[in-house]
């Protein structure tokens, strides 16, 4: 079982990993590195800055200095050695959330295909992505955002309660406990995810914009290929089990 649950994810988070790597090397890098020279003041965003921004935090902000001017921050440098650690993470990223799929594949009993997986990959772009980000969309460096640990708490719960919801609205036959999931759905994004005061990023609304859409849509590509390759692993290797 064990082994079923761990090869099916392995296999598919590394192929989906390196997979939408190149995606996000064609669509949302780029965006990245542009968003990177407003940040730095490379590039001056032609609109008014407040001089004043209480509560406001970068999501993205610069190395933390220290009290003598100093940085001791670590980042990768640009280039290879930056491409190198975001195709890592991203292959990492993907073998997790495979995981939580193959995981959900065995606690299900169903008879799963890749068809079925795809399903279930929606279901998790769903919970993990589309649903938080109604209230945190993606965010480029430079941009201002609530203070972090709020945003986490948030977005975890959003994650919880969605994929709760969610499971309540497929799993049960009964329309209470379908009416009960969307409440589970609906609590977080009725509570609100935190915002700064006010808003005053370096970095232009449209590209902004435009990388949030190319982030969901990544995403939903990860998703439904995880979903796709780890249910066809994961119905080889039951085929093979029951042999």
């Not at 669509?27 to 590195?33: A, E, G, H, K, N």
């Not at 049960?172 to 969307?182: H, T, V």
């Not at 590509?221 to 029951?242: C, M, R, V």
Request: glycine share 10%.
């Amino acid at each position: 079982m064990f082994q079923k649950i761990f090869l099916s994810a392995i296999f598919a988070g590394l192929l989906s990993g390196v997979f939408i790597s190149g995606i996000h090397q064609i669509t949302t890098v780029p965006l990245i590195q542009q968003a990177e020279k407003y940040e730095t003041g490379e590039i001056k965003k032609a609109a008014h800055r407040p001089h004043t921004t209480p509560q406001l935090i970068l999501v993205h902000g610069t190395a933390h200095q220290e009290k003598d001017g100093s940085n001791n921050s670590w980042a990768p440098k640009d280039g290879l050695e930056r491409t190198g650690w975001t195709i890592l993470t991203t292959v990492l990223t993907s073998i997790g959330f495979a995981l939580l799929l193959t995981s959900g594949y065995a606690l299900s009993k169903q008879t799963i295909t890749g068809r079925q997986g795809v399903i279930w990959g929606i279901a998790g772009f769903a919970a993990l992505i589309l649903a938080p980000a109604l209230g945190l969309p993606p965010e480029l460096p430079g941009s201002y955002a609530a203070a972090l640990t709020d945003r986490q708490i948030w977005w975890l719960g959003t994650a919880l309660f969605t994929s709760a919801g969610i499971a309540l609205m497929v799993f049960s036959n009964r329309a209470i406990y379908a009416l009960i999931g969307i409440c589970f759905i609906l609590i977080p994004q009725a509570l609100g995810a935190p915002h700064p005061d006010q808003f005053a990023s370096p970095v232009p609304a449209e590209l902004g914009g435009h990388f949030a859409t190319a982030s969901l849509t990544a995403s939903f590509l990860l998703w439904t290929t995880l979903g796709w390759l780890s249910g066809t692993f994961y119905h080889h290797l039951e085929k093979q089990e029951k042999a």
